[in-house]
C-alpha cells in the first residue's frame, strides 16, 4: 500500500534535515537567516499596511467630520450690472427642501470667505466660515473635538478659532482678534476694507493642520454683515448617512434642489489627497512584495545547500524505496515550515505594532529628542495606525505563497537526483 502524502515518516525526516547541524550536513544557520528574513518582511508588510490605513481612515475621519458631505452652490449668473452673482437668496427653503431627502442627516446654510487676521503683532490669512449655533454643534469634529478651550455656548457673542490660529497669532480664550476684509463698505468714493475686533470664545482641534491653521467659525448673520451678504447665503452644507457612500445622494440632492444650484461632495473637494493615499497604498504594497520576495529567496538558498549536504541520505532513501514524490515533500516541507513559521510571527510582530503604536512611537519620539512627527508636513496631529484584517490576509498569502512557491523548485531537483550518481563517490 502507498503510504499517504505527508505521512508521519515524512515529517520526521523534514523535521530532522531542520534542526541538523552543519556538521551534519544541516544548514540550522541558514534556516535561522531565512526565518529572520521572512519574519522582518511580513512585519514590515503589515506594519506599514496599518499605517497606511490609519492614514486613510484619520484623514477621512477629519475631513467627513470637519467639513460638509455635500456642499449646494448657486450657479453663476450675470446680473443687470454685469457682474457675477452665486449667492443664494431663498436659502432656507433650500435648506429645508434638502433636510427632507433621504439620508440627509444635516442641512445648513452658511457664508464663506477669506479675510486677513492680526493680532499680537501677526498676521495671518484665515477662512470664515458663518454658522448658526444651532448648526455649529452638528459638525461632529468642532463641537467635540480633540481638544478645546472657551465655551462653545457663548459663541453668539463672539468667534471659534482652531487651534493653529491660536498658536500662530499667540490667542488664547477671551482675547480679542481683529478681521479685515478687503470688501468693506461700499461709498461714493469706492470700497473701503471692513475691519471689525471679536472676542475669540473657543478654539478647538480636529487634528488637521490645514483645518486648525486656518479656519474660524462666525455667527450667520454676523458673517451675513461681514461679508455683505445680507439676506443671502453663500451655500448649504450638507451631511449624509453614508459619507463613503455620498455620490449615490447627490443625484436626488440636485433634483430636489432645482436646476439653479450645482452640487459638489467631499470626494470632489479632497480628490489629490485621496488619489495620494491610493498611489502610496499601491506603490508601498509593492515594494514590500519585493521585499518578501527577497526574504523568500533566502530560503531557496538554503534549501539548496540542504539538498547538496544531503545528497548520500537522499540516494540511500531512493535505493530503499523512498518515491519522488515523497523526497518532493520532504524537502518541501523544510522550506515551507520556514516560511509558515516566519510569516507567523512577522503577523504577530506587525499586529503588536500597529496595536501599541503610540507608546512605541512616543518612545522613538524621546530617544531622537522630539519633533519627529511634523503637523504641519503630515497635516495629522499623531501617527494613527489601523489594522485591518484584510490587510493581515493579503500579508499571509503574498508570505506564504511565494515561500511555498520557490522552495517547490529545490525539492523538485531533490527529487529527481538520481540515486546512483549521488552515491557513486561514497
Not at 470626494?267 to 497604498?281: I, K, P, V
Request: proline share 4%; net charge negative.
Amino acid at each position: 500500500m502507498t503510504p499517504r502524502p505527508f505521512s508521519a515518516y515524512e515529517r520526521m525526516i523534514a523535521w530532522r534535515y531542520l534542526r541538523a547541524r552543519r556538521r551534519e550536513g544541516g544548514v540550522s544557520v541558514m534556516s535561522v537567516i531565512s526565518l529572520v528574513g521572512v519574519s522582518l518582511a511580513v512585519f514590515a508588510l503589515i506594519a506599514t499596511l496599518a499605517v497606511r490605513s490609519g492614514f486613510r481612515t484619520e484623514f477621512v475621519d477629519t475631513i467627513i467630520g470637519a467639513n460638509a458631505h455635500v456642499t449646494l452652490r448657486a450657479t453663476p449668473v450675470y446680473d443687470e450690472y454685469g457682474l457675477v452673482r452665486d449667492t443664494i437668496q431663498d436659502y432656507e427653503r433650500l435648506a429645508d427642501v434638502a433636510a427632507r431627502v433621504p439620508g440627509v442627516v444635516r442641512a445648513a446654510p452658511m457664508i464663506n470667505g477669506q479675510v486677513m487676521a492680526t493680532a499680537n503683532g501677526r498676521n495671518s490669512g484665515v477662512e470664515i466660515y458663518g454658522e448658526t449655533l444651532e448648526d455649529l454643534k452638528t459638525i461632529p469634529l468642532v463641537s467635540t473635538p480633540e481638544t478645546a478651550q472657551g465655551d462653545l455656548a457663548r459663541y453668539g457673542e463672539g468667534i471659534a478659532i482652531g487651534s493653529g490660529i491660536a498658536r500662530e497669532l499667540r490667542l488664547g480664550v477671551g482675547d480679542v482678534l481683529r478681521l479685515i476684509s478687503p470688501d468693506g463698505v461700499k461709498g461714493p468714493f469706492g470700497t473701503t476694507p471692513r475691519i471689525v475686533d471679536y472676542e475669540v470664545v473657543y478654539i478647538f482641534q480636529v487634528g488637521r493642520y490645514d483645518i486648525d491653521r486656518t479656519r474660524i467659525y462666525m455667527p450667520f448673520e454676523e458673517a451675513q454683515s461681514f461679508f455683505n451678504r445680507e439676506g443671502m447665503a453663500d451655500g448649504i452644507e450638507i451631511m449624509v448617512e453614508e459619507p463613503e457612500a455620498v455620490n449615490a445622494s447627490v443625484p436626488a440632492l440636485v433634483a430636489a434642489a432645482g436646476p439653479e444650484v450645482y452640487a459638489f461632495t467631499w470626494r470632489d473637494q479632497w480628490q489629490s489627497f485621496l488619489r495620494a493615499l491610493e498611489m502610496e497604498d499601491n506603490i508601498m504594497f509593492i515594494i514590500l512584495s519585493i521585499l518578501v520576495m527577497v526574504a523568500s529567496l533566502n530560503i531557496v538558498s538554503g534549501l539548496i545547500m540542504l539538498v547538496k549536504n544531503k545528497g548520500r541520505d537522499v540516494g540511500i532513501l531512493r535505493t530503499m524505496g523512498l518515491s519522488e514524490g515523497a523526497v518532493l515533500r520532504v524537502f518541501f516541507m523544510c522550506g515551507a515550515s520556514i516560511g509558515l513559521a516566519g510569516t507567523l510571527i512577522g503577523v504577530v510582530l506587525g499586529s503588536l505594532f500597529a496595536i501599541y503604536i503610540d507608546p512605541i512611537f512616543n518612545a522613538v519620539n524621546w530617544i531622537l529628542g522630539g519633533g519627529a512627527w511634523d503637523p504641519s508636513v503630515r497635516y495629522l496631529s499623531r501617527l494613527p495606525a489601523e489594522l485591518r484584517w484584510e490587510d493581515v490576509a493579503k500579508a499571509v498569502a503574498l508570505s506564504l505563497g511565494l515561500s511555498f512557491g520557490v522552495t517547490y523548485f529545490p525539492a523538485r531537483r531533490a527529487a529527481r537526483l538520481n540515486p546512483v550518481e549521488a552515491l557513486r563517490y561514497e
